[in-house]
């Protein structure tokens, strides 16, 4: 079965130091993985997706993800943590049954940047 | 937002009234989708669709049924509001149905069943 753990609840970063947001993945086949960002009382937010190709996948706000085959882990990293990323951050894989894209989401993770 | 938007965004309900949720898209996507968030579960899939008049289940599809009948709207009801209902509701939308295409998510419903 496909599945998604994002093993911290919540991460405490100081601004201006790197982040990272851990995520592994349980699936058959080649994963489809994501990272959405939500801001309090909205809806998700595309950040970015690993299909194929290189395994540093970049994204918006200055994200990046490091995709680990061997590891099956797709971390979300941030060289510089700024206040305003304090957010909710669901990481998420692609569900192989059928073909609708479907998403399995991990928990989410707090992520609370500290000035 | 792209162009997602739900209505209402917030409702206070009582056990057994029947509740409709609307997601409306102004994007022309043919894939659409309602998710309920709950802390500790992340976002579960309720049920989607993949065109007009063309629906299917999701993981926690118990409790709830969704119609289409045109490609802007699609619809959410909870036949018989339970407080297990109690939850907040987002609706999505995919350009494609292939495995690289995000999805993009409305504003979410907050829905309250006393």
């Known amino acids: 079965a496909q599945s998604v753990a994002q093993p911290e609840d919540q991460v405490n970063v100081a601004e201006g130091n790197p982040l990272t947001v851990k995520c592994t993945y349980s699936?058959?086949?080649?994963?489809?993985l994501f990272w959405y960002v939500q801001y309090p009382n909205r809806g998700l937010q595309f950040l970015l997706k690993?299909?194929?190709?290189?395994?540093l996948v970049k994204g918006s706000y200055g994200f990046e993800a490091e995709f680990n085959k061997s590891q099956t882990s797709f971390h979300l990293k941030k060289p510089s943590a700024l206040v305003s990323d304090s957010a909710l951050y669901f990481c998420?894989?692609?569900?192989?049954?059928?073909?609708?894209?479907?998403?399995?989401f991990g928990q989410g993770t707090t992520l609370q940047v500290k000035p | 937002d792209a162009g997602i938007t739900q209505s209402p965004r917030h409702k206070v309900t009582e056990t057994g009234t029947p509740v409709t949720l609307r997601c409306h898209q102004t994007e022309n996507h043919r894939y659409m989708y309602w998710y309920r968030q709950d802390p500790g579960h992340g976002l579960r899939l309720i049920h989607y669709?993949?065109?007009?008049?063309?629906?299917d289940k999701g993981e926690v599809s118990d409790g709830y049924s969704v119609s289409r009948s045109k490609t802007e709207d699609f619809l959410l009801t909870l036949e018989s509001a339970t407080s297990s209902q109690t939850s907040v509701y987002f609706c999505?939308?995919?350009?494609?149905?292939?495995?690289?295409?995000?999805?993009?998510f409305g504003p979410g419903t907050r829905l309250t069943v006393l």
């Open positions: 998420a894989v692609r569900a192989l049954s059928g073909n609708t894209g479907k998403l399995i």
């Open positions: 999505a939308i995919s350009e494609g149905r292939d495995s690289w295409y995000e999805q993009f």
């Open positions: 699936v058959s086949g080649n994963p489809y």
């Open positions: 690993y299909i194929t190709g290189d395994n």
């Open positions: 669709s993949y065109g007009v008049k063309d629906t």
